[in-house]
T-cell receptor, first 116, second 113 residues
Framework: DAGITQSPRHKVTETGTPVTLRCHQT?????MYWYRQDPGHGLRLIHY???????DKGEVSDGYSVSRSKTEDFLLTLESATSSQTSVYFC???????????????FGEGSRLTVL | DQQVKQNSPSLSVQEGRISILNCDYT??????FLWYKKYPAEGPTFLIS?????DKNEDGRFTVFLNKSAKHLSLHIVPSQPGDSAVYFC????????????FGTGTSLTVIP
């Protein structure tokens, strides 16, 4: 168990409001990721982090920002939520010492966001 | 554009029989492939992986086959069990380039008792 928790697990919000999702890990892993899962699209990478204050964009980063001020927390922010951002969001960490190149991601339980 | 494709959204198999889940990819630079399993209301869990230097990898009841020339991989589950009922995602990466894993759209497997 990699000790990864996401909060909130469920959120309903209105278009135009800011939303922040939190991913917390207890085991000091360097690499953390945010994915979204949508029907017909599978899992798509939004942003990832390879250390404190070190982040980079994934394939669907528009409309999202991230921050990592300490190793254990990786925050995903929607500055102004839109209905197209209704999705299930998964945080993931890389368990193996070699980091992401070894491929084994451990996922959190997901945060379901509905934007009305 | 979807670089990793799972063309079968669903699959039903009798308990004890073989389940075969298929995945195709378009990017010839991918050299590392993974399968994840996902139950409802849970995050995906890693199942098995294969590097492009191999064409087969086994782990218990799960075997992944890779056909690089066809840009195709498959997951075989033998024998299938009701607890295997889940959504299966394949994923691929260009390991030398770092952190991006590209996932397929998933196949929902139902194993009928």
């Amino acid at each position: 168990d990699a000790g990864i928790t996401q909060s909130p697990r469920h959120k309903v919000t209105e278009t135009g409001t800011p939303v922040t999702l939190r991913c917390h890990q207890t085991e000091n892993h360097r690499y953390m990721y945010w994915y979204r899962q949508d029907p017909g699209h599978g899992l798509r990478l939004i942003h990832y982090s390879y250390g404190v204050k070190d982040t980079d964009k994934g394939e669907v980063s528009d409309g999202y920002s991230v921050s990592r001020s300490k190793t254990e927390d990786f925050l995903l922010t929607l500055e102004s939520a839109t209905s197209s951002q209704t999705s299930v969001y998964f945080c993931a960490i890389s368990l193996l010492a070699g980091g992401p190149l070894t491929g084994e991601l451990f996922f959190g339980e997901g945060s379901r966001l509905t934007v009305l | 554009d979807q670089q990793v494709k799972q063309n079968s959204p669903s699959l039903s198999v009798q308990e004890g029989r073989i389940s075969i889940l298929n995945c195709d990819y378009t990017n010839s630079m991918f050299d590392y492939f993974l399968w994840y399993k996902k139950y409802p209301a849970e995050g995906p869990t890693f199942l098995i992986s294969i590097s492009s230097i191999k064409d087969k990898n086994e782990d218990g009841r799960f075997t992944v086959f890779l056909n690089k020339s066809a840009k195709h991989l498959s997951l075989h589950i033998v024998p299938s069990q009701p607890g295997d009922s889940a959504v299966y995602f394949c994923a691929a990466s260009r390991s030398r380039s770092g952190n991006q894993f590209y996932f397929g759209t998933g196949t929902s497997l139902t194993v009928i008792p």
